[in-house]
């Protein structure tokens, strides 16, 4: 069953990579600018940060396992379309469905992993299998990218998806979650889906327009959520868990940003092929296969906060030698022992402090926020100028930031 939901976890996440390698191919085949190369891959991530407070809400509601099990179904048949889509905003309107769906397997995933494994420790621990799981993702998304748009062209990415969603759906089929009692509010939802797209339009288009709408979008969601009798986020969640979410945003935004601006570097400065980018980044994407093993430990022992500070750390160190050096590799390995510290140990503190039958919304919470930081990173660093530095002192401020915020309450020993 571990392996069933860490499986479609592993197709969410990839696709948030997959994609980026094949952009030189995507713009050769199908045309468009860098804005809609961006929206190529923003249209994923917009659906899924906007989707997953109500993947998680849904899948309390309705129940994690049935949740889940529509999800990973919906996946791979939208796959199948993506990979037949006859120009770029057929692909831009399914990779947006792709991230509903995505959110739905998310919500899912995070509800059975607190049914699955009740107590805290062993949670933590298998918290880091899971995320090593799905890290794998991240390492296999360049190379299998690369590789088959080698081979194949960038239709093939999305081909990756049916057969793995088939095999965790015939995993899980026997697995079932009961009803709960939260009620949706799906205006506020409607309202948090527009706010994000029109964020994203703004900076990827650097629209004075679409920002005024974001800010009145924005207006009338807070508005909306004070005056709900079933708000999206619970009393007092974001005041409680701001150092968390910060992390979460700042070092998604630092991580989807770099993926973006390092792979035009590498194909169109320095003229790799696809293959040979994805393989440049193993460095950075093979430490997530394996160290949120320890990562899960370490939370299981002392508690989330020591990781999450030395993964920070570590983050801010390897981007700002990934900025100064034409030699990658070593930063890049720091920058991927940052991650693989700091977001299995995020997802396992907000997972063991969410109340009961509330796991798939503080789970879903925390995604959103780190979605919509890889959301700006890659708008954000992709029309900046020397975008890595920024993104190091951004990260660096933030380990700041969270070691003042979560001093607050030192974090319970999970044994």
């Not at 109500?54 to 999800?71: L, P, S």
């Not at 288009?205 to 004070?226: I, K, P, Q, T």
């Not at 296969?289 to 320890?294: A, C, I, M, S």
């Amino acid at each position: 069953m571990m392996f069933g939901f860490s499986l479609a976890y592993f197709l969410v996440i990839l696709d948030t990579t997959v994609l980026t390698i094949a952009l030189p191919d995507l713009r050769a085949s199908l045309g468009g600018s860098l804005a809609g190369q961006q929206w190529a891959v923003n249209a994923y991530t917009v659906a899924f940060a906007a989707s997953l407070l109500t993947g998680g809400a849904v899948a309390d509601r309705y129940g994690a396992a049935r949740i889940f099990k529509a999800g990973v179904a919906a996946f791979g048949v939208i796959s199948l379309l993506s990979a037949a889509a006859p120009h770029l905003g057929v692909l831009i309107g399914l990779r947006a469905l792709l991230g509903v769906a995505g959110a739905l397997c998310t919500g899912g995933s995070l509800g059975l992993l607190a049914q699955l494994f009740p107590d805290p420790a062993a949670r933590a621990r298998a918290t880091g299998l899971w995320a090593a799981i799905t890290g794998s993702a991240l390492a296999a998304g360049p190379l299998l990218g690369g590789l088959l748009v080698d081979l194949y062209g960038w239709h093939a990415v999305f081909l990756l998806n049916p057969p793995i969603a088939l095999i965790s759906l015939l995993s899980m089929r026997r697995v079932r979650s009961p009803r709960g009692h939260r009620l949706i509010d799906w205006q506020v939802q409607a309202l948090a889906c527009v706010f994000l797209g029109l964020v994203a339009a703004a900076l990827i288009d650097a629209s004075l327009v679409a920002g005024a709408l974001a800010l009145a979008a924005l207006a009338a969601l807070v508005l909306a959520e004070r005056r709900s009798h079933a708000p999206a986020l619970p009393g007092g969640l974001l005041a409680a868990t701001w150092p968390e979410l910060l992390a979460g945003t700042v070092a998604n935004f630092a991580f989807a940003g770099a993926l973006f601006v390092l792979t035009l570097l590498l194909q169109d400065t320095r003229h790799l092929t696809p293959l040979a980018a994805g393989l440049a980044f193993l460095p950075l994407t093979l430490p997530m296969t394996v160290n949120p093993l320890l990562t899960g430990r370490l939370v299981a022992r002392f508690g989330p906060r020591p990781p999450i500070l030395a993964g920070l750390a570590l983050l801010a160190t390897g981007l700002t030698g990934v900025a100064c050096t034409d030699a990658l590799a070593p930063w890049l390995v720091v920058t991927g022992f940052g991650l693989s510290f700091v977001l299995p140990a995020l997802m396992a503190g907000m997972v063991n402090s969410a109340p009961a039958g509330t796991a798939g919304t503080a789970g879903g919470v925390l995604n959103a926020f780190r979605q919509v930081g890889a959301t700006l990173g890659v708008a954000v660093m992709g029309v900046i100028g020397h975008p890595l530095p920024a993104a190091a002192v951004l990260t660096a401020l933030t380990c700041a930031c969270y070691a003042v915020g979560a001093r607050r309450a030192r974090p319970a020993v999970l044994t």
